[in-house]
């Protein structure tokens, strides 16, 4: 039985991702002490100002020192703690990777890291700011779980989740504010991939922002008879093999959509599960090997084929190669 309902409309959510982040850590941290929240010189951007006036004892600032947070999170973690640790994606990966793999993962400890502004949503911060490859680096970390939440119902969901279970966790958030997928009150199930369309003919497989941009491709698809179902991939790792496959088995054809390199992003994952167990025609929509560049979110999509023009496109030269 599914959790999960589909909102009615699928417009921009009337809260920030980082807003109700921030709303649901308080929350928690209202009834756990060892809930604490870490920011490397961010917590304006984050919108992290309300938790640390609401517990100032546990909101830890720790500069421009994305390594040292990330040391100073493990620490914490190893007395008892629950650290929720935050900067930009690229800092949160590349800047800190070594002690994310030492002194989290090798070390076993209890770890949120969270990665804001994914991909073509650093925007005008451009390509020193916008990870591609965040999720790539995450991928190879053992026993890392990656998630990548497709709004805010999602993300309080599985925040709240996360305060219980024991692990590392890499969470990629848009702060800004998220197209509505899922009405509120949706639970949603880690290693379980939400089946949010059905569909007989091609399975399309995506996360994050990306969802929203398949739906409308989903609709552009059917007008010309082609019946897509949809994936939300929400949790990269460890990721529904059961669900890949299915849709291998029962579409046919797969395309995957993800504002991320395709090097070892969602489509590497994918391609991994169905190269092994049930070789069907695969597509794939995200960066291709490129960095990221100055601009709008709309104006990046055009210039890295995201938009739901490009999934259709994908989907019907997919198609062709179905048996």
Same mark, same amino acid.
């Given at each position: 039985?599914?959790?999960?309902?589909?909102?009615?409309?699928?417009?921009?959510?009337?809260?920030?991702?980082?807003?109700?982040?921030?709303?649901?850590?308080?929350?928690?941290?209202?009834?756990?002490?060892?809930?604490?929240?870490?920011?490397?010189?961010?917590?304006?951007?984050?919108?992290?100002?309300?938790?640390?006036?609401?517990?100032?004892?546990?909101?830890?600032?720790?500069?421009?020192?994305?390594?040292?947070?990330?040391?100073?999170?493990?620490?914490?973690?190893?007395?008892?703690?629950?650290?929720?640790?935050?900067?930009?994606?690229?800092?949160?990966?590349?800047?800190?990777?070594?002690?994310?793999?030492?002194?989290?993962?090798?070390?076993?400890?209890?770890?949120?890291?969270?990665?804001?502004?994914?991909?073509?949503?650093?925007?005008? =911060? /451009?390509?020193?700011?916008?990870?591609? !490859?965040?999720?790539?680096?995450?991928?190879? %970390? *053992?026993?890392?779980? #990656?998630? $990548?939440?497709?709004?805010?119902?999602?993300?309080?969901?599985?925040?709240?989740?996360?305060?219980?279970?024991?692990?590392?966790?890499?969470?990629?958030?848009?702060?800004?504010?998220?197209?509505?997928?899922?009405?509120?009150?949706?639970?949603?199930?880690?290693?379980?991939?939400?089946?949010?369309?059905?569909?007989?003919?091609?399975?399309?497989?995506?996360?994050?922002?990306?969802?929203?941009?398949?739906?409308?491709?989903?609709?552009?698809?059917?007008?010309?008879?082609?019946?897509?179902?949809?994936?939300?991939?929400?949790?990269?790792?460890?990721?529904?093999?059961?669900?890949?496959?299915?849709?291998?088995?029962?579409?046919?054809?797969?395309?995957?959509?993800?504002?991320?390199?395709?090097? =070892? /992003?969602?489509?590497?994952?994918?391609? !991994?599960?169905?190269?092994?167990?049930?070789? %069907? *025609?695969?597509?794939? #929509?995200? $960066?291709?090997?490129?960095?990221?560049?100055?601009?709008?979110?709309?104006?990046?999509?055009?210039?890295?084929?995201?938009?739901?023009?490009?999934?259709?496109?994908?989907?019907?030269?997919?198609?062709?190669?179905?048996?």
């Amino acid at each position: 039985m599914l959790n999960f309902k589909l909102s009615k409309e699928h417009g921009l959510e009337k809260n920030a991702m980082r807003t109700v982040y921030c709303d649901t850590l308080i929350a928690l941290a209202n009834s756990n002490k060892n809930i604490v929240a870490l920011d490397a010189d961010l917590m304006s951007s984050m919108g992290m100002n309300a938790f640390k006036k609401t517990f100032p004892d546990r909101m830890f600032n720790c500069g421009v020192q994305e390594a040292n947070m990330i040391g100073v999170a493990a620490g914490l973690s190893s007395i008892g703690k629950i650290p929720y640790a935050h900067t930009f994606g690229p800092f949160a990966s590349r800047r800190c990777f070594d002690q994310i793999f030492l002194s989290c993962a090798y070390s076993k400890q209890n770890v949120r890291i969270i990665g804001s502004d994914p991909g073509i949503t650093a925007a005008y =911060n /451009g390509g020193t700011h916008m990870p591609f !490859e965040d999720l790539a680096l995450m991928r190879t %970390v *053992p026993e890392m779980n #990656i998630i $990548v939440p497709s709004d805010s119902v999602m993300l309080e969901d599985i925040i709240r989740k996360t305060e219980n279970l024991y692990g590392n966790f890499y969470i990629q958030l848009l702060r800004n504010n998220a197209v509505s997928i899922y009405e509120k009150g949706s639970k949603f199930t880690l290693g379980k991939a939400n089946k949010i369309v059905e569909g007989k003919d091609i399975t399309i497989i995506a996360n994050g922002i990306m969802v929203s941009e398949c739906l409308i491709a989903a609709e552009q698809l059917s007008k010309i008879g082609i019946h897509a179902r949809i994936l939300d991939m929400f949790c990269l790792k460890p990721i529904d093999k059961e669900s890949i496959l299915n849709a291998a088995q029962e579409t046919g054809a797969i395309v995957t959509v993800e504002n991320h390199n395709i090097i =070892n /992003g969602l489509a590497s994952a994918v391609s !991994e599960v169905i190269v092994e167990e049930c070789l %069907v *025609p695969m597509g794939k #929509i995200g $960066v291709r090997d490129q960095f990221g560049q100055v601009g709008s979110v709309e104006y990046l999509k055009e210039v890295y084929h995201l938009t739901p023009q490009d999934i259709v496109e994908e989907v019907i030269k997919t198609l062709k190669r179905k048996k």
